[in-house]
């Protein structure tokens, strides 16, 4: 129990009650919307690779919204992004060597190149700096729980572009996940900063 003392203190993160409502609630509407509205069938089935996955994305951005907020103490939010951004291009060149990324490079055509500069430029120094800034003002819990809308625009995404169908359980878990954030977030909303 004390670990997780320091922990909060540390981070300067104090979950309240209201806050853990808020991320049981919108965590549950990810599963929900993730399971296809059937949760019950992680714990029958287990978890298939691509549930692996998405654990693991929620995973890896809680530990990166945790390890950021020291960084938004020392450095603004741009440098920040640069050193995440310097610190993920060295992670991510060994296996992109491996798979022979660069060798396909010339075979890459217009669309391609301006994809990778939007996923550059917008996705990831404009999105993390936002970030930053968020974690910065309302800390990593408050800002950490808008991972769980990534489901929510998945769903509306596949309905309007691959033509999905949204059930009514799918629907209750993207509900759950609006309510959720907005819980955590209710002091922000409300004009509080902590």
Do not use: H
Request: overall charge positive; proline content about 4%; hydrophobic content about 50%.
């Amino acid at each position: 129990m004390s670990i997780f003392k320091n922990w909060i203190i540390e981070f300067k993160e104090r979950l309240t009650p209201l806050k853990i409502i808020g991320l049981i609630l919108s965590v549950s509407g990810a599963l929900i919307i993730i399971t296809g509205g059937d949760i019950g069938q992680i714990f029958k089935t287990g978890l298939s690779r691509g549930e692996m996955a998405i654990f693991g994305c929620v995973f890896s951005w809680v530990s990166y919204s945790l390890l950021g907020r020291p960084l938004t103490a020392r450095f603004s939010a741009l440098v920040s992004v640069c050193y995440s951004s310097l610190a993920g291009t060295l992670m991510l060149f060994f296996p992109a060597v491996s798979k022979g990324l660069f060798s396909a490079l010339p075979e890459y055509g217009m669309l391609e190149w301006v994809s990778l500069f939007y996923l550059g430029c917008f996705g990831t120094v404009l999105g993390f700096y936002w970030y930053y800034q968020g974690i910065k003002e309302i800390g990593p819990t408050k800002s950490g729980v808008f991972i769980n809308f990534v489901p929510v625009s998945a769903l509306i995404l596949s309905y309007f572009i691959l033509n999905e169908p949204v059930t009514m359980q799918i629907l209750a878990g993207a509900g759950l996940v609006v309510t959720g954030v907005y819980i955590t977030n209710l002091s922000v909303f409300l004009g509080k900063n902590r």
